[in-house]
């Protein structure tokens, strides 16, 4: 027997066996609910792919009206069903209330959070500051925060050598691997951790100080099937520029609207990436994140869903910087809609395994949620091609185009205009950006960028199907000094 530090005692267990938990990082998750065999085609799936080429070249040769009408229908079948979603999910929210103090239960449980860095030069110290306004008991609890990084990440390890850590922060160093991805990292570090609660901060949050207080109390007064608790993400900087407004709106409503509605509903939640707090056990029956997939947060959402676990909202509020220039905007959103493209094909794949888990009325939410994201952003420019009435010039359907028909399509796309409009107005009332309202009518022009987003995307999945186009942050600072420290929620 012999007393030695924890972090001695991992520094060893990394160095004998860190080869050994890396390669077991990669592959936690079963080969059958993993992405990692993407880059292997099988004969079955060339066929398909051929087949599907060859239809669509074929109808573009000989029937190109018909392959547009066709490619029309879809886009508007998916543009309906993504309004109907959002206004059902609007109409599931109950009436805001105050939100009151979180009452901790008599034994406070450990709690482990989780923090990938990656590329991180300024943030480090500012991390660390925003994390020391958390108010649960850190010292009596040893609540433990991971700082996660790459043996190859140099920068990082420098930064942080700088640093002065408090006793309750330790850095756990990955080991290199077949993939340098966030999932991969947090499967590896998770093994080092002894909370009764995992949750994940990215590198630019500004937690509610009370925000571990508010999980613990809310699992604590929770039945055992809520797995997980997702917290509301917003932004400090949303007056940087047009885009920063535009994305903060957009977040609003993901995380204000859409997501409370469907978690009220009994419907699949895909996570977002932050914020997000599990019980351990769950989190080891589902066999952590997919190491492959670069939108671990919403895979693993679904896998939660398929193992009979619900996700609940929780009123706290996490505050980050906005990704407000052009090119890394579009990075970034090709990353995720390349994650969602990924994690729509690894769960339906089996389409009557996935039916079986969920049930039809989560098969089909998954389904509507997934696809029309995806199909919404990549067949925009079809629906663009109505502004060529406009503009005096002939349009592939002439033909058909009738004046009823052209009443139709006007009318559908101002509801389409309406809906996104009522949801962005919705979601800024439940948020503290309410003078962000005039901006609402401008997201006709940012949503097009997603278009930009998916081809990229589409293009790396086809060349690069686990490449982690890392986004860079420290960029913006909070709008006023104080911003980046919400209260309570």
Known sequence: MALALEADIHHLISARAGTRLAQ?????????DSCRDLNRTTPRGRLFAFA????????????????????????????????????VALAALPRQTAATAAILPPNPPLVSILVPLFHEQDIARTLVARLSRLTYPKALLDVVL???????????????ARTELPPWMRTITVPPGRVTTKPRALNYAYRFTRGEIIGIYDAEDAPAPDQIDRVVAQFHESPADVGCLQGILDYYNPRANWLSRCFTIEYASWFRILLPGLSRLGLVVPLGGTTVFFRRAVLEKVCGWD???????????????????????MPSVTREEANNRFWP??????????????????????????????????????QILFLTTLVQFALAPVLWSFWLILMGLPHPLDAFLTRPV?????????????VSILIGLAALARSPHRFLMPWVPTLFAYFPLGTVAIYKALWETLRNPFYWDKTQHGRSAPDTPGEDHPPGG
């Open 291 to 313: 190491a492959h997939n670069v939108t671990e947060d919403a895979d693993l959402g679904v896998r939660l869903a398929r193992h009979g676990f619900r996700t609940d909202l």
């Open 329 to 366: 905007w579009i990075k970034q959103r090709s990353r995720w809609l390349k994650g969602y493209g990924i994690t729509w094909w690894v769960h339906t794949r089996q389409p009557r395994r996935l039916w079986r888990d969920l049930g039809p009325k989560r098969f089909a939410g998954l």
């Open 406 to 418: 052209i009443l139709g399509l006007t009318a559908i796309f101002l509801s389409a205009e309406a």
């Open 146 to 160: 991971v700082l996660v990084l790459e043996a190859e990440d140099r920068l990082t390890r420098e930064t942080l």
């Open 52 to 87: 599907a080429a060859a239809i669509c070249l074929l109808l573009l040769l000989l029937a190109p009206q018909l392959l547009f009408a066709a490619a029309l229908a879809l886009a508007l079948g998916s543009l309906v069903m993504s309004q109907l979603m959002k206004l």
């Open 24 to 32: 077991a990082a990669e592959t936690w998750v079963p080969a059958q």
